[in-house]
């Protein structure tokens, strides 16, 4: 039976500067990414691609904006923008991989399940706002911004500018998982929980969408337990994760354990906007009888399969 392996796209590294950023644009970053998919599935590997919408969320988010200012169009609520872009970018992703697969020969179906993930409505993150969405803004800009929205949030993200932050709450269930599963079991590409999926609270057996953006290392891990994928593998922006980033003494590191990782953890070494959920969903996913998380770029995503690129991390 082919090894099940769960990759991560980061919905930044489908927007790779501020003047490339159209849908034409993101379609080229995901041909790019979908040539590595590809490579690994020829290694007989049964991928589920899983991704982030962040900036793609923050346009929709926009453009709603202003079409009510403009037009008087009712609002989009951030939940549902969170599913558009989910629908969206799988569709990208889902046309980049079945072009593909036809270059190439390759006997596999694709499928996009938009995916509702379980929160709590008692989470503490709704009362403490911290996930980043949207684009990079100047302070300038997004002082500006408050002035005309005073209800949000923005913070400083790891040097690279100013971003709106949501309530991000922890994934508890995947509720589309069986069908999840049913796909994968019947030898489909599975793209699933976009954006860490749409967040619904459950309550007498019923689903509501709350507005609010799961971290999608978070449910991308949780998915993986639930399903019981063989590996997780994260893409990032580097190809391998550093402690010491950006010093002098900056170390690449190419294996390591769970307590090892936890030990850079506590010293500090991963920054909480950027590295450190990549690294805290490896570990939830390994504790939950995972054996294998690598994180790695896109563009080393077959090397990395075969040990010769990226971080791995091993229970």
């Not at 996913?285 to 791995?312: C, M, Q, W, Y």
Request: hydrophobic residues 40%; contains cysteine.
């Amino acid at each position: 039976m082919e090894k099940v392996v769960i990759v991560a796209i980061g919905g930044n590294s489908l927007v790779r500067d501020n003047g490339r950023d159209s849908i034409q644009d993101q379609y080229e970053a995901v041909v790019e990414t979908a040539v590595n998919i590809a490579g690994m599935v020829e290694q007989g590997y049964n991928v589920v691609v899983t991704h982030g919408n962040g900036p793609q969320v923050g346009f929709e988010l926009r453009r709603a904006e202003i079409a009510n200012e403009v037009a008087g169009m009712p609002e989009v609520p951030l939940v549902n923008c969170g599913a558009d872009t989910q629908g969206g970018i799988g569709y990208l992703i889902q046309q980049a991989l079945t072009n593909e697969f036809a270059k190439r020969g390759i006997n596999k179906k694709v499928a996009t399940v938009i995916t509702q993930v379980e929160v709590s409505k008692d989470d503490p993150n709704f009362k403490n706002p911290s996930k980043p969405v949207g684009s990079f803004f100047t302070l300038e800009q997004a002082e500006e911004m408050k002035k005309e929205h005073p209800d949000w949030i923005f913070i400083e993200d790891s040097g690279r500018g100013y971003r709106r932050v949501v309530a991000s709450p922890k994934p508890i269930d995947i509720v589309e998982k069986d069908a999840i599963k049913t796909l994968i079991d019947s030898g489909f590409v599975v793209i699933a929980v976009g954006g860490g999926g749409i967040p619904v609270i459950k309550s007498d057996n019923t689903y509501k969408g709350i507005d609010a953006v799961i971290d999608k290392d978070f449910a991308t891990s949780l998915l993986a337990e639930q399903i019981k994928a063989d590996a997780l593998i994260i893409t990032t922006g580097v190809p391998r994760v550093f402690i010491n980033y950006g010093k002098p003494n900056q170390k690449a590191l190419e294996k390591i354990t769970v307590e090892e990782t936890k030990q850079y953890v506590a010293e500090g070494h991963f920054p909480p906007g950027s590295m450190l959920p990549k690294i805290e969903a490896s570990l939830s996913f390994l504790e939950h009888n995972g054996s294998r998380v690598i994180i790695t770029n896109p563009e080393s995503l077959k090397d990395a399969i075969n040990e010769e690129a990226g971080t791995h991390i091993i229970a």
